[in-house]
C-alpha cells in the first residue's frame, strides 16, 4: 500500500471539503453564520497543511501551519470584539 | 501500521464531510455551531493522529504534537466566543413548530 497516493487522496478529499464549506461563509444570513463557516475552513486548511508536510517530508509546512493555527485563532477573536463594538455603538 | 493510519484519515475526512454537511444543512446558528465545532475538532486530531503514526518518532511528530495541543485548546474557546456573541446579539434558539 503507498503511503504518498493514500495521503494525496486525503489531501483532495479535504480541498473538496473545503471548497463546500466556503458556501456557508457565501450564504450565511448573520455574521457569526459567515464565522463558523471561516473556522471550520482554517481547521480544515490546517489538516490540508499538516498532511502536505508529512508527505513531503518538509518540515517548513509544519511551522506554516502552526503560524496559521494562532493567527486563525486571534482573527476570529479580532472579528468577534470587532462586529461586538459595531453592535454596541 | 500504515493500515491503521489509513483508517484514522478515512475517520478524519468522514468526519469532515458529516460536519460539513451539518453546518450545511442545520436550521440554526447554534446547531450549525455544535456541528462546526465537534466535527472540525474530530477532523484535524484523528488526522494528526494518523500523521504521527506514519511518521514515527520525528522532529516532525513532535511538532504535530505541538499543533494539536494549541488546536484542542483553541477550537473550544473560538465555538465559545461565537456562541457567546451570538447570545448576546438576542439570537433566540430554535424550536420545532409544534401544534398546540
Known amino acids: 500500500m503507498d503511503v504518498k497516493l493514500i495521503l494525496d487522496l486525503a489531501v483532495y478529499a ?4 473545503t471548497a ?5 461563509v457565501a450564504i450565511g444570513p448573520t455574521p457569526e453564520d459567515r464565522l463558523i463557516g471561516l473556522n471550520l475552513a482554517a481547521s480544515q486548511v490546517l489538516a490540508i ?7 513531503q517530508k ?32 | 501500521m500504515t493500515w491503521v493510519a489509513a ?8 468526519f469532515g464531510v458529516v460536519g460539513n454537511f451539518g453546518v450545511l444543512r442545520f436550521p440554526d446558528l447554534y ?5 462546526s465545532a465537534k466535527c472540525s475538532t474530530t477532523t484535524v486530531v484523528s488526522i494528526f493522529i ?10 516532525l511528530s513532535g511538532r504535530i504534537v505541538v499543533i494539536a495541543l494549541f488546536f484542542l485548546l483553541t477550537g473550544p474557546v473560538t465555538a465559545h466566543i461565537i456562541g457567546r456573541r451570538a447570545w448576546m446579539r438576542g439570537v433566540l434558539p430554535w424550536r420545532r ?3 398546540l
Open chain 1, 49 to 55: 497543511l499538516v498532511l502536505l508536510a508529512v508527505r
Open chain 1, 14 to 17: 479535504l480541498v473538496g471539503v
Open chain 1, 20 to 24: 463546500l464549506s466556503t458556501v456557508r
Open chain 1, 58 to 89: 518538509q518540515a517548513v509546512y509544519l511551522d506554516v501551519a502552526l503560524v496559521y493555527a494562532i493567527l486563525g485563532y486571534v482573527g476570529i477573536l479580532a472579528i468577534a470584539r470587532h462586529l461586538e463594538k459595531e453592535e454596541g455603538s
Open chain 2, 7 to 14: 483508517g484514522f484519515l478515512a475517520l478524519g475526512v468522514f
Open chain 2, 97 to 99: 413548530r409544534r401544534a
Open chain 2, 50 to 59: 494518523a500523521c504521527v503514526l506514519l511518521e514515527g518518532f520525528s522532529a
Open chain 2, 31 to 35: 446547531t450549525r455551531l455544535h456541528a
